[in-house]
């Protein structure tokens, strides 16, 4: 690629901030548009020149914003449009652009047009959903929601059913319509006009239905068939995506990434590859699976390690010079990354959470830092069910329960995957500092040690290794540009893997369990044996003689050969 020419989400970083448990500015407990502001310094020195924001518009919350009732409006616990602006502008003199989530596989069942569309069967807002008749008194399929549950519900007023793939108030769109694409491209239009810098797509591989909705298979354990098949990746995504890219992304130089659950590399490969015009990247989350059981994120099973290896392996040779990759650990939907693939305890919880970046920021994409991440955030354990928020994990208690599983073994669960470990507020201080009033969902304790304050304090803070991460990528092509070569697959602790540029080459290694390897420089494939640090978890890498000491969870970097 022409690197005079280089897009320049090649070399950011994006910092998702989920609006709602990042920083209020009012003390009403909820964090808003003006507490994003006051931390725009703190998003500056750490680095990051994009910001995504989990939505932001008018909503009833049914699941904290992906549920929009007006996709033209800023949800008033969040603030004002001037607030917005204000945030565009300000970001931009932090030199930090603003993407925005567009949720458009549904909307809010309290959004005008499906208000109009449930009022007649005759309605011009009908078609904007997908309506069918019961059958003998059952919905129109076998399907379960993605949040428990079946996929329909029946409106009393024409007796007819929509499908809803998340919760009942998130009925989906019929992008079948043409008039519903127009409608989402003059929303896309109106938020890019005000200059933000792109989109994060909410599950956008779900637009278009096989329009059969045949029944899905019943899996082990489940009440409902898994209609997957039939919406994700389905038979109009990509025409709709070159419409959008053709009618909207095409006039605006912005990012896009569009979360796209059950896409293998292969599938990526056609998203991303420029000549296709559709989207920048996307988010896999085939690395993010490799913890559960076959059917629901909800059973648990131990990494699998070596499977990781060549999960990443595989989406960084699939994308090289075709596409592009997202790299990520962290989002609003997943547990924290130290707690799942780390160790949270007070012994190494700073070493592997150091060592977890320093794995994936030296690979090639563009990396995205959920918020709390760059200080360590970790799972919470609330003991009572009432204290979590999430619909996802409500729902699916509440169903489990009912199944006759015990409290303790559901919470086994919700400890382990649920999605509010993500969503507890930003510990800025030792007291919590994100709200003077009572928070909308419970602080996690370690707050009083886990925090900004305590962090930028320190040099030797997991803070200041995302700095040098991010630091790292505005300077060296190789990060941007270099191939990747995985080594030492079978080795059943460390991920080792070398980037190459020229004569120029980096070898990373990331000792993920707790201990000490022992391996040698012959396993680098290189011709020196020795090379400078560029960074490093533990004070000084053990790298001499030949033989290389991997301690419990250390992570390094190792420059070998000329620029
Ligand atoms: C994916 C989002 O990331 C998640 O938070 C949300 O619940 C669903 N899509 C539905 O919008």
């Known amino acids: 690629m022409d690197q005079l020419q280089e897009p320049w989400w090649k070399r950011s970083v994006v910092y998702q901030i989920y609006p709602r448990s990042f920083m209020d500015s009012n003390g009403d407990g909820i964090g808003d548009l003006r507490g994003i502001i006051s931390k725009l310094c703190y998003l500056q020195c750490l680095g990051v020149e994009v910001i995504w924001l989990s939505p932001i518009y008018d909503s009833p919350n049914d699941d904290n914003g992906y ?6 409006n800023i949800m008033e616990e969040f603030g004002t449009m001037e607030d917005f602006e204000e945030l565009i502008v300000q970001g931009r003199q932090h030199g930090i652009r603003i993407i925005m989530d567009l949720v458009v596989n549904h909307t809010s069942d309290e959004h005008a047009w499906f208000v109009e569309s449930c009022s007649s069967l005759h ?3 009908r ?10 008194e059952q919905p129109p399929n076998n399907w379960g929601s993605i949040f428990s549950g079946s996929a329909w519900e029946r409106d009393e007023q024409t007796g007819e059913y929509y499908l809803h793939l998340f919760s009942m108030k998130q009925p989906d769109l019929n992008w079948e319509n043409p008039q519903v694409r127009n409608e989402v491209f003059d929303v896309m239009k109106f938020w890019l ?7 994060r797509m909410d599950v956008i591989n779900f637009l278009s239905k096989d329009s059969r909705l045949l029944d899905g298979e019943i899996q082990p354990n489940q009440q409902f068939g898994d209609g997957s098949p039939f919406f994700i990746n389905g038979p109009k995504i990509h025409s709709y995506l070159k419409e959008m890219h053709e009618k909207v992304l095409q006039q605006y130089d912005v990012l896009t990434v569009g979360e796209m659950p ?22 896999t989350f085939e690395h993010m699976d490799l913890d559960s059981g076959p059917f629901e994120k909800w059973d648990l099973k131990p990494l699998d390690f070596i499977s990781l290896k060549r999960t990443m392996e595989k989406w960084q040779l699939e994308l090289h010079d075709v596409g592009w990759n997202s790299l990520y650990w962290n989002n609003h939907d997943q547990p924290r990354i130290i707690s799942r693939f780390g160790n949270d305890s007070e012994m190494y919880r700073e070493l592997s959470g ?3 970046a320093i794995c994936l920021h030296m690979m090639q994409g563009t990396p995205f830092i959920y918020q709390g991440e760059e200080i360590g955030m970790t799972n919470v354990r609330f003991q009572d069910i009432k204290e979590y928020r999430d619909i996802e994990t409500l729902n699916m208690y509440r169903a489990k329960r009912q199944q006759g599983n015990s409290h303790e073994e559901i919470m086994k669960s919700i400890y382990a995957k649920g999605r509010d470990n993500a ?7 030792s007291s919590g500092g994100f709200t003077i009033g009572t928070p909308w969902i419970d602080i996690n304790e370690n707050t009083s040690k886990i925090n900004v304050e305590n962090a930028l304090k320190k040099t030797s803070s997991i803070f200041y290794t995302y700095q040098r991460l991010i630091q790292l990528r505005k300077e060296h092509d190789i990060l941007t540009y270099g191939s990747f070569q995985l080594l030492l697959l079978e080795h059943p602790s460390l991920f080792v893997y070398k980037r190459k540029l020229g004569k120029q080459e980096w070898i990373i290694v990331a000792n993920f369990y707790g201990e000490t390897e022992q391996i040698s420089w012959e396993n680098f494939e290189v011709s020196d044996k020795q090379g400078n640090v560029i960074i490093a978890n533990y004070e000084c890498p053990l790298i001499a003689y030949g033989t290389i000491i991997v301690r419990p969870y250390e992570a390094f970097v190792i420059e070998v050969g000329g620029e």
């Open 67 to 72: 549920d929009i009732r007006d996709y033209f």
């Open 123 to 125: 309605s011009k807002y």
């Open 127 to 136: 078609d904007y959903y997908i309506w069918r008749d019961g059958q003998n």
């Open 193 to 199: 006009d005000k200059g933000i810098g792109g989109f």
């Open 262 to 283: 059950g896409t293998t590399s292969e599938g990526a490969k056609i998203y991303t590859n420029p000549d296709n015009k559709e989207l920048q990247m996307i988010f």
């Open 354 to 356: 150091k060592m977890l």
């Open 423 to 429: 969503r507890t507020p930003m510990q800025w201080t």
